[in-house]
């Protein structure tokens, strides 16, 4: 468990908070490039580390990320007009650049533009995505690369999707390979037919979803890295044999869950305020995995819909919430799903949402299979509290494309710390990586 106070910390994100001032160290992703996808689009709003953010794409197509409300007189600039190369304000007219200039201001009779600026975070499209850095900008570190600079944003799918609660809590469920034993099960599991893949190397997915309910009580490894940690999750296949689900943690919000046979896909939790967040997820369009090892897709024996996939793109919408109590279903429950929500991704928003906005951890009685969730707050932790002792942000520098997320059935004597790195076989001939 943690202190409260600790809690306090890892949970408070706005400006002069120690988790706030730490997260505004990393390039974090503001909006879909999509929302404002044409230069003089209308702005779109962006509630970041609870500030308030317009977005704009001008007519030249330079992005701007600025304040929401325009300096003058508070007015909020999402109902600005988006004018040549500024936003103007419709209140008394003043204009404003993508760097928060003041460029105009046809309501005063002696205009002093040259002492007006307002609030302006640079930015960087990447994969679908605009990020920002809202750190000072003398700390501003090169963008982190997972993968999607200089690539034609069309070649990845970029979603994000709003959960209401606290940014941790609901990073948790990414790093908890436990629950996925027990949350996303159903009884029709039992009937999947035994293809012969429970033996060394790369099983079906269908066979992977036998193997999280056979093995409930998973043992987990963690590696520390540079960038966070990889841990595996170690399940006993119904033939013996060892079963591992490998994810990484990047600070500090990125998660790569396990895949067979590996991952690129990247899904970051990216708080609006203390109390929501987005899921945001790239995912590339093509899949690496020239022996479709694997075979059909892992939700293809499962009687779950699945919002968040490699097929889509945008903002997706919750028709699963607590105010329809995520459309629970008793009658499901007893047809087999162990949950009762026909919703895979909103199965994992009813359990973390329901804690509250923010849960007091100083309640929680934790097991070893929280060892990768109490690494992830330890990480957060001390960073923040080394940044504002002043220590440099781990992290915030190195070679972010080559974290991916594996799964397989070891070898005798195989590590699993190699699966899905550069040194992996599988990724070496995805890539065309030579060893």
Not at 31 to 49: K, Y
Not at 111 to 129: L, N, Q
Not at 193 to 210: E, T
Not at 240 to 248: D, E, K, L, Y
Request: contains cysteine; negative net charge; charged residues 25%.
């Amino acid at each position: 468990m943690l202190r409260a106070e600790e809690n306090e910390i890892l949970t408070r994100v706005g400006p002069g908070t120690l988790m706030g001032e730490l997260l505004r160290r990393y390039w974090t992703p503001a909006c879909l490039s999509a929302e404002i996808a044409e230069p003089g689009s209308p702005p779109a709003r962006v509630r970041l580390l609870g500030e308030s953010l317009v977005a704009f794409r001008d007519t030249t197509g330079r992005v701007g990320l600025v304040q929401e409300n325009c300096p003058h007189r508070g007015a909020s600039l999402y109902f600005g007009r988006n004018e040549g190369a500024a936003i103007r304000c419709v209140y008394h007219g003043w204009a404003f650049d993508a760097d928060g200039t003041c460029v105009d201001m046809p309501s005063e009779p002696a205009p002093f533009c040259d002492k007006v600026r307002m609030k302006a975070y640079p930015v960087h499209e990447s994969g679908g995505i605009v990020w920002t850095y809202m750190g000072p900008k003398e700390t501003m570190t090169p963008f982190r690369d997972f993968g999607t600079d200089g690539r034609d944003p069309a070649e990845f799918r970029a979603s994000k999707q709003l959960t209401t609660c606290n940014w941790v809590q609901a990073m948790e469920g990414n790093l908890d390979t436990s629950h996925i034993s027990h949350l996303h099960q159903f009884d029709g599991i039992d009937d999947i037919p035994d293809d012969g893949s429970d033996k060394p190397g790369y099983p079906s997915n269908a066979m992977s979803w036998k193997f999280w309910r056979h093995d409930r009580a998973p043992r987990l490894e963690l590696d520390d890295t540079w960038f966070g940690y990889r841990y595996a999750g170690i399940r006993t296949t119904p033939n013996g044999n060892t079963h591992v689900r490998v994810t990484a943690y990047a600070l500090p919000y990125s998660t790569m869950v396990a895949s067979i046979p590996f991952t690129a896909g990247h899904g970051m939790f990216i708080p609006v305020d203390d109390e929501n967040c987005y899921r945001f997820q790239i995912i590339p369009k093509e899949r690496r995995n020239p022996r479709d090892l694997g075979g059909a897709n892992l939700f293809s024996v499962a009687p779950f819909s699945t919002p968040i996939t490699g097929t889509t793109a945008g903002i997706i919408p919750r028709l699963y919430t607590a105010d329809n109590d995520y459309q629970l279903s008793h009658e499901a429950r007893r047809e087999g799903n162990f949950s009762g929500v026909a919703d895979f991704v909103s199965q994992d928003f009813m359990v973390t949402e329901s804690m509250g906005p923010i849960y007091d951890r100083s309640q929680e009685q934790l097991g070893s299979t929280d060892r990768a969730i109490t690494r992830m707050r330890h990480i957060l932790l001390s960073a923040a509290k080394g940044l504002a002792e002043g220590k440099q942000p781990p992290a915030v520098t190195g070679d972010f494309r080559a974290i991916r997320g594996a799964e397989k059935i070891l070898e005798p004597g195989e590590d699993w710390r190699v699966l899905g790195t550069d040194a992996d076989p599988v990724v070496q001939e995805a890539y065309g990586i030579e060893s």
